[in-house]
C-alpha cells in the first residue's frame, strides 16, 4: 500500500477511496491511513492534499453510489451482493439501520465498515431527497477524511521516535485494539440481524 501512494500519492486516495464508496471491496480507509502515515513520516505528500483527496473522492463516490441506487434498487443488491461479501444478513441490518435513522446513518455509516461503501446505495434505494443526502454525505466524508487522516499524520511525525520497548507496547496495544473492535462489532451485527429480520421477515424482496 505505501508503494502505491509513494508512487501515485493523491490519485491513490481519490480512486481508491471513491472506487471503495461506490460499492467496489476495495481499502479505501486504509489507503486514507497509509497516505496520511506517509505523509507525516516522509514529508512527500501534503496531508492537506490527501485529506482533500480522500474527502473528494468519498463525496464523489458515494454519489454514484446514491444514483446506482436509485436507478437499481434492492435488486442489484440482491443479485450481486454476494460477490462483495454482502449477504442477505447484512443488507437487512442495512436496510433496518437506514430506514430507522436516515440522515444519521449516511453520516456515521463513513465511519464504519458495515455501512462505508453502502449506504449511500441504500440512500438511493429508499429515495431520500438527493440534496438531504449530499448535506450528510459531505459533512460525513469531510469529518471522516479529517479525522483519520489527521490522526495519522501526527502519529507518522512520530514513528520515528517510537523505539525500544515503548514501541512494542504501542504495537501490542493496537493489536488488542483491533481485536477487540472487530468483537464488538460481530457481537454487534448479530444483535441487529435479530432486529432486522423481525423488521424484515423472510426472503428479502425488492
Known amino acids: 500500500m505505501t508503494n502505491l501512494v509513494a508512487q501515485y500519492g493523491y490519485l ?20 486514507l491511513v497509509a497516505a496520511a502515515l506517509y505523509a507525516g513520516a516522509t514529508h512527500n505528500l501534503n496531508i492537506v492534499g490527501v485529506v482533500i483527496a480522500a474527502a473528494v ?6 454519489n454514484l453510489g446514491y444514483l446506482i441506487g436509485h436507478w437499481g434498487g434492492y435488486r442489484l443488491l440482491i443479485r450481486y451482493g454476494r460477490y462483495i461479501r454482502l449477504s ?3 443488507i437487512k ?18 465511519f464504519t465498515a458495515i455501512l462505508r ?28 477524511a479529517t479525522i483519520y487522516g489527521g490522526g495519522a499524520y501526527l502519529l507518522g511525525r ?24 472487530a468483537l464488538i462489532i460481530r457481537r454487534q451485527e448479530e444483535r441487529l440481524a435479530v432486529a432486522a429480520e423481525k423488521a424484515f421477515p423472510g426472503p428479502l424482496h425488492t
Open 93 to 110: 441490518i442495512a436496510r433496518y439501520l437506514f430506514l430507522r435513522y436516515g440522515g444519521e446513518v449516511v453520516f456515521f455509516g463513513r
Open 158 to 181: 512520530q514513528i520515528e521516535r517510537l523505539s525500544g520497548p515503548f514501541e512494542i507496547v504501542f504495537v501490542a496495544a493496537a493489536v488488542i485494539a483491533v481485536v477487540v473492535g
Open 88 to 90: 442477505e444478513k447484512r
Open 57 to 62: 473522492g468519498a463525496i464523489l463516490g458515494d
Open 12 to 31: 491513490a486516495v481519490l480512486v481508491i477511496v471513491g472506487l471503495e464508496s461506490t460499492g467496489v471491496p476495495l481499502p479505501g480507509e486504509t489507503t
Open 117 to 144: 461503501a453502502y449506504a449511500a446505495f441504500l440512500a438511493g434505494t429508499t429515495r431520500m431527497p438527493w440534496r438531504r443526502f449530499l448535506f450528510f454525505n459531505a459533512a460525513g466524508g469531510i469529518a471522516w
